[in-house]
């Protein structure tokens, strides 16, 4: 049987994001950026609002801990939507095409609440979802299986019905395992064949 449905993650799928983006900008030397995303705006850190925490107790607690950096982590409040310069190439056009054929859109992000809702006005290809699943909101992450048993009954679809298409491959196991057909993102290129494959283009 092939897959009916179509669900996207958004960062580094939909839209390109990496905090260095922004710190390109503030911190010009690459030393000391690595530094800084290494040891203050970590991913592990900026994990803990994907998975539900509020943001001002985390800068809060960051700027305690880092007080030379103040001014950067409140930037990386401030200033987020820097972190996302644009779409990735390509797959804005394929979303299109799903869209037109009719086949039933649906997402699931590890993105933080507050973020999320800075983030969405600024993309319109969102209107063609019917439903996204946000990790701040559930407060559970992928690649936890619960995630995605959420997605699948949130959908309304069943095992095999949909693919899902990620960049991160434990995420993608982990849809494999859960009863999506998983899809680990390099390029839309190669996504393109593959959905052309299985009928959906």
């Known amino acids: 049987m092939n897959p009916t449905a179509v669900v996207f993650d958004v960062g580094n799928v939909l839209y390109r994001w990496d905090p260095d983006f922004l710190f390109r900008k503030l911190i010009p030397g690459a030393d000391e950026r690595r530094w800084f995303l290494d040891n203050v705006i970590t991913l592990e850190w900026h994990a803990q609002h994907d998975a539900g925490r509020a ?15 103040s001014d950067l982590i409140d930037a990386y409040r401030d200033r987020w939507l820097e972190t996302i310069p644009g779409p990735v190439p390509g797959v804005h056009d394929l979303v299109e095409r799903l869209a037109t054929r009719g086949v039933p859109l649906y997402a699931i992000t590890n993105f933080g609440t507050e973020f999320w809702a800075r983030f969405v006005p600024t993309a319109p290809v969102l209107d063609h979802f019917g439903d996204i699943v946000v990790s701040g909101d559930v407060e559970m992450m992928k690649p936890d299986p619960r995630i995605f048993a959420l997605a699948l009954d949130r959908f309304g679809l069943e095992a095999g019905e949909a693919v899902f298409i990620d ?23 190669t996504l393109e064949r593959d959905l052309s494959d299985k009928g959906l283009l």
């Open 55 to 69: 943001l001002d107790p985390m800068i809060a607690e960051r700027k305690a801990q880092f007080p030379d950096s």
């Open 167 to 189: 960049d991160i491959e434990a995420n993608v196991a982990a849809s494999d395992a859960a009863g999506f057909v998983g899809h680990h993102f390099t390029d839309a290129e």
